[in-house]
């Protein structure tokens, strides 16, 4: 839903690595955004664009990224 960067990082503070969350994009409208913990524990923000009937990811998660 509806989350600000700096809201999506308060939420992740203190979570565990590779938790994450979907949101739409607060820059990009149309958009959506996945932010989560990455290693070390400092949260990271990707976009993913909706154009038409494509989805572009400008960042690809490895799956081990999201298990342990």
Do not use: M, W
């Amino acid at each position: 839903g509806a989350c600000a960067t700096n809201e999506a990082e308060r939420r992740l503070d203190g979570r565990s690595e590779g938790t994450f969350l979907i949101r739409f994009s607060s820059t990009s409208p149309g958009s959506y955004t996945i932010s989560k913990v990455k290693k070390g524990g400092s949260p990271v923000h990707q976009r993913i664009d909706h154009k038409g009937y494509f989805v572009f990811l400008f960042y690809l998660f490895n799956h081990d990224d999201f298990i342990e």
